[in-house]
């Protein structure tokens, strides 16, 4: 049958190949990077399609420099991404703090794999969320999202550049192995379908430029060297033109803007799905690939008259508080699954605070949490 040419094309398509499409669909144009299982086929993808569309791929000596070759080429201009996993992403901490600091706009992405140290190189695991939030030092805002498919991995790497940009912060996309290697048929929306947004300029002429003034919405324009725009760029604590301060008057109203440019933008920046849960009294909080079995476990629990539904978290950072805040007056019980030993369980306790039981599904064995484990917390089950 001959497809109509109004018709998108169906693909079938690697959670991996689909971020590097995403990250070209959302204007990136320079990846820096080191090989590492399982994130791998995002820099195989990017080094022949960023040529092709006039973009630069440098395979770095290691994944500290990559992340900084990624910021240089951010002040530049360029949208700029790298990818890992475990020990690379460790590696580059010292880097996004950087990144925070200076307020230069990224997206790094992290396919979990098994830990700590090289762990389980080709199996999944979630045990990064917690470094992901706090990974580097220092007390900062962060932007982490997770997808749970092939086409979520197209679509939030796009999300994850627009942030990036429109909050000059650098944002992370937390994958896991399951989500980054499997293969769905997904349906990609054509360039002119995507919304792309791109970093704030200044309008005003290099001499008149501040480039950490406030600003209402507390993200100030970014001048691009290369554009007549030269500017001291630190990681030390820094007045409003860029350079070290000492002055508590400067040092304090600096880090609370950083920290207003996240928390005065929640409701733009966070995203969730509910699944059943107008009448649920059984909620389970997944995120990632474990939401998949989560959802399948709800369609069972439903056939046999337990009312369950599902929270699915596709922010992680900043934590959806009000989500889960959303479903405690009608759920007695909230179950968390999660391939580590409780890291967002302890995130959904600290805002239930007793109101709900919250049970943990917790399994570390480098392998997909199936539906009938989920299952086995909830009261009433008989498999």
């Known amino acids: 049958m001959k497809m109509r040419a109004e018709e998108p094309a169906k693909k079938l398509m690697q959670g991996n190949e689909a971020c ?3 990250a070209i669909a959302a204007g990136c144009r320079f990846y820096a990077g080191y090989p590492i299982t399982p994130s791998s086929e995002i820099a195989e993808v990017l080094s022949y399609r960023l040529p092709a569309v006039g973009g630069t791929f440098i395979q770095m000596e290691d994944e500290i420099a990559s992340l900084g070759a990624v910021i240089g080429a951010s002040l530049a201009g360029a949208k700029a991404m790298t990818a890992t996993s475990g020990p690379g992403f460790s590696l580059m901490q010292e880097h996004i703090g950087f990144a925070c600091m200076a307020e230069v706009p990224c997206v790094v992405v992290n396919v979990m794999r098994g830990g700590p140290s090289t762990g389980l190189p080709t199996l999944p695991a979630q045990g990064d969320v917690q470094q992901a939030r706090w ?12 997808p749970w498919s092939v086409r979520e991995c ?12 429109k909050y000059r912060t650098p944002v992370i996309l937390l994958m896991d192995e399951v989500v980054g290697h499997m293969r769905e048929n997904v349906e990609l929306p054509n360039p002119e379908e995507v919304e792309v947004l791109d970093r704030v300029k200044p309008t005003v002429p290099p001499e008149w430029y501040i480039p ?4 209402p919405f507390g993200v100030p324009p970014m001048g691009i060297f290369g554009e007549g725009y030269r500017y001291h760029v630190t990681g030390l604590l820094h007045d409003v ?33 509910t699944y059943l849960m107008e009448d649920a009294e059984t909620a389970i909080v997944a995120y990632g ?21 599902l929270l699915r978290l596709i922010t992680l950072w ?3 508080r009000k989500a889960v805040e959303s479903i405690l007056d009608g759920c007695k019980t909230l179950i968390v699954p999660e ?32 539906p009938e484990e989920i299952l086995e917390a909830v009261e009433g089950w008989k498999a």
């Open 241 to 273: 033109r860029g350079f070290p301060t000492l002055r508590e008057d400067e040092i304090e109203p600096f880090m609370r803007r950083l920290f207003r440019k996240i928390w005065a933008h929640l409701n733009d920046i966070q995203q969730w799905e």
């Open 289 to 309: 690939s474990v939401a998949r079995s989560a959802m399948r476990a709800v369609v069972e629990a439903r056939e046999v008259g337990l009312r369950m539904g």
């Open 154 to 165: 197209f679509d939030l790497t796009v999300r994850a550049f627009n942030l990036s940009e």
């Open 339 to 370: 391939m580590n030993l409780g890291q967002i369980s302890r995130e959904v306790k600290r805002v239930a605070q007793g109101r709900a039981q919250v049970r943990t599904v917790s399994r570390v064995l480098g392998r997909l949490i199936k």
């Open 212 to 215: 950490y003034e406030d600003t």
């Open 20 to 22: 590097a499409e995403g």
């Open 318 to 320: 900043p934590f959806c």
């Open 135 to 146: 990974g580097t030092h220092g007390d900062h805002p962060i932007i982490v999202l997770t």
